[in-house]
């Protein structure tokens, strides 16, 4: 947890930070980064922290009926964000 958040601190992100940190061989083995998304995106309780938005959804849904094409933008992995 020290060297997570000596990194985190670093670069306030922990897949930049672990990153970082396997490239100055800090960790006890190789990072992966694909492990920690695939982790975040099945593991992660999202709904603890986040719920539905009926107005936003049916919002993005009139939109896309009209022919916009709809782009989320997010630092997290593709899977992860999917799933949020």
Known sequence: LKLWTE????????????TVADQEGRLPRPFVQKDLGDWWADECNLERYLSP????????????????????????????VLRC
């Open 7 to 18: 990194y985190c601190v670093r670069f306030h992100s922990s897949l930049k930070g672990l």
């Open 53 to 80: 938005s009926p107005g936003l959804i049916a919002d993005l849904g009139s939109l896309r009926d009209i022919g916009m094409k709809l782009v989320i933008f997010s630092n997290g992995p593709r899977k992860y």
